[in-house]
């Protein structure tokens, strides 16, 4: 059974950054393209940031030029670097595939940004 382990949330302030990881306890982990999600209070979860078994890395409209996501392979784990981050960006995130199909859900990391 494979697990997601969240970690890296935490309170910051509007303009803030904080860099969120993701450990996979799978070792066919880097033949998968892997995503970041994420689900605010009330709302559906939805994709922020996805990249490939190769690299190529794709965002929502809403995160793009302030998110970046990177994956090391080698280690099964996956990043995301937020900068500039705005209130709206408060939710838990949570790591899995970017695909139709997907691993059990971790249990996320919180996010809160204040204005």
């Known amino acids: 059974q494979v697990q997601l382990v969240e970690s890296g949330g935490g309170l910051v302030q509007a303009g803030g950054s904080l860099r969120l990881s993701c450990a996979a306890s799978?070792?066919?982990?880097?033949?998968?393209?892997m995503g970041w999600f994420r689900q605010a209070p009330g709302k559906q979860r939805e994709l922020v940031a996805g990249?490939?078994?190769?690299?190529?890395?794709n965002y929502a409209d809403s995160v793009k030029g302030r998110f970046t996501i990177s994956r090391d392979n080698a280690k099964n784990m996956v990043y995301l670097q937020m900068n500039s981050l705005k209130p709206e960006d408060t939710a838990v995130y949570y790591c899995?595939?970017?695909?139709?199909?997907?691993?059990?859900w971790g249990q996320g990391t919180q996010v809160t940004v204040s204005s």
């Open positions: 799978v070792s066919i982990f880097s033949f998968n393209a």
């Open positions: 899995n595939k970017a695909t139709v199909s997907k691993w059990d």
């Open positions: 990249i490939t078994s190769s690299g190529r890395a």
